[in-house]
């Protein structure tokens, strides 16, 4: 008979993954933006994965495959890389993708969904990207605000349940509560403080830490992206302590995320299933 996922399941989840992390060190491919590249690779590295921030086309083929993860991320999106995000995708490996500011042009949504059909493990994004990606939305949209959400998690929650029944994707909605949904479960994580969102490429940072536990346990997509979200938030409490802005809590938190122990991770992350 399964174990009851209950709260203190869900604590015990997140540090059995993070210690997955550190144990295995799982190489990550990133293919990402080039705002995040940096704070990316260090919240890989502080948790204790393998970052690789390569997007070659002619490298793919030699390297992807040898990856446990990939993270895809459009966030400063090209025609000369779209073809390399197509190609890490197909390689067989499990993928995150992170769909920023879908909305933004045609272009960008058609790439999306395209990466979208190529069935990544998760995806990641802010309520107002997942109810685009999720409408198949345009650029006509009044709406839309880049980067940022116009909108709460919560409103998200059905479109994330829709989006993955149809993509197969492990869906995961960003705010201040983030929501993690396989289509059928909807799993909580609330750990965060606000200031996060005045750190540039934080949503980028976590998004790569999610492929880093989805590399370290495929099995289980669901608890990779809500144990990556809550150890992520966690980190940015502690580091909130000692901050006295964004850019003091950009180095707090990636010291955090490396400094976390078993004590602290099952006693203060906050996942729950949600009725």
Same mark, same amino acid.
């Given at each position: 008979?399964? @174990? =009851? %996922?209950? @709260?203190?399941?869900?604590?015990?989840?997140?540090?059995?993954?993070?210690?997955?992390?550190?144990?295995?060190?799982?190489?990550?491919?990133?293919?990402?933006?080039?705002?995040?590249?940096?704070?990316?690779?260090?919240?890989?590295?502080?948790?204790?994965?393998?970052?690789?921030?390569?997007?070659?086309?002619?490298?793919?083929?030699?390297?992807?495959?040898?990856?446990?993860?990939?993270?895809?991320?459009?966030?400063?999106?090209?025609?000369?890389?779209?073809?390399?995000? %197509? #190609?890490?995708?197909?390689?067989? %490996?499990?993928?995150?993708?992170?769909? *920023?500011?879908?909305?933004?042009?045609?272009?960008?949504?058609?790439?999306?969904?395209?990466?979208?059909?190529?069935?990544?493990?998760?995806?990641?994004?802010?309520?107002?990207?997942?109810?685009?990606?999720?409408?198949?939305?345009?650029?006509?949209?009044?709406?839309?605000?880049?980067?940022?959400?116009?909108?709460?998690?919560?409103?998200?929650?059905?479109? #994330?349940?829709?989006?993955? %029944?149809? $993509?197969?994707?492990?869906?995961?909605?960003?705010? #201040? *509560?983030?929501?993690?949904? /396989?289509?059928?479960?909807?799993? $909580?994580?609330?750990?965060?403080?606000?200031?996060?969102?005045?750190?540039?490429?934080?949503?980028?940072?976590?998004?790569?830490?999610?492929?880093?536990?989805?590399?370290?346990?495929?099995?289980?997509?669901?608890?990779?992206?809500?144990?990556?979200?809550?150890?992520?938030?966690?980190? !940015?409490?502690?580091?909130?302590?000692?901050?006295?802005?964004?850019?003091?809590?950009?180095?707090?938190?990636? /010291?955090?995320?490396? !400094?976390?122990? =078993?004590?602290? *991770?099952?006693?203060?992350?906050?996942?729950?299933?949600?009725?």
């Amino acid at each position: 008979m399964e @174990e =009851e %996922r209950t @709260e203190a399941w869900w604590a015990r989840r997140a540090w059995a993954l993070l210690s997955a992390v550190r144990e295995r060190a799982p190489l990550v491919q990133c293919i990402t933006n080039l705002v995040s590249m940096d704070i990316a690779a260090n919240a890989l590295t502080a948790a204790g994965a393998s970052p690789a921030m390569l997007h070659c086309l002619r490298e793919i083929p030699d390297f992807t495959p040898r990856c446990d993860a990939v993270c895809i991320n459009v966030g400063t999106l090209s025609e000369e890389w779209l073809p390399s995000m %197509r #190609a890490a995708a197909s390689a067989g %490996r499990p993928w995150v993708l992170d769909p *920023v500011a879908v909305a933004a042009s045609g272009f960008r949504m058609e790439a999306c969904l395209e990466l979208l059909a190529l069935r990544p493990a998760v995806v990641r994004g802010n309520a107002s990207e997942i109810l685009a990606l999720a409408a198949r939305s345009d650029s006509s949209s009044s709406s839309f605000k880049g980067v940022d959400s116009s909108h709460d998690s919560g409103e998200a929650l059905q479109a #994330a349940k829709a989006l993955a %029944r149809s $993509s197969g994707a492990v869906i995961a909605v960003s705010g #201040a *509560v983030d929501f993690i949904t /396989d289509g059928e479960q909807v799993i $909580s994580a609330s750990n965060g403080v606000a200031m996060m969102q005045k750190i540039t490429a934080t949503g980028c940072a976590v998004t790569a830490l999610i492929a880093a536990f989805v590399g370290a346990d495929p099995s289980d997509a669901l608890a990779a992206a809500a144990s990556a979200l809550a150890i992520f938030g966690l980190a !940015g409490e502690i580091g909130m302590e000692c901050a006295k802005g964004p850019a003091s809590l950009r180095m707090h938190l990636i /010291d955090a995320l490396y !400094g976390l122990d =078993e004590q602290t *991770v099952t006693s203060a992350v906050k996942i729950a299933l949600v009725p």
